[in-house]
């Protein structure tokens, strides 16, 4: 708690802003990785992102936590995917 907690203490703001700069990054390659682009300023992981699928142009609105577990995405597409597979 000594020298570093003192530095750390100094600069609370940005090291907070760029916490959350580098988590929207994240989140944000996460769901172009999905397929899918942001619509609208990055929310919490377990709250619904508003996003456009990039293969179907349908608006869905998975939650960030979701897709990091591989189960969100764009439902058309995952519907579309399935019947293909079967
Ligand atoms: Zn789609």
Known sequence: MGKYYK???NQPKRQKIELANSR?????LLF???????QEAYVKRGQKWKSKCM?????VSPRVADVLGGIG??????????K???
């Open 73 to 82: 995405g764009c439902r058309p597409c995952f519907i579309e995917r399935q």
């Open 7 to 9: 530095s750390f203490k």
């Open 55 to 59: 293969v179907c142009g349908a608006i």
């Open 24 to 28: 929207e990054a994240e989140a944000i």
């Open 32 to 38: 172009m990785e999905a397929g899918l682009m942001p």
């Open 84 to 86: 293909k597979t079967i």
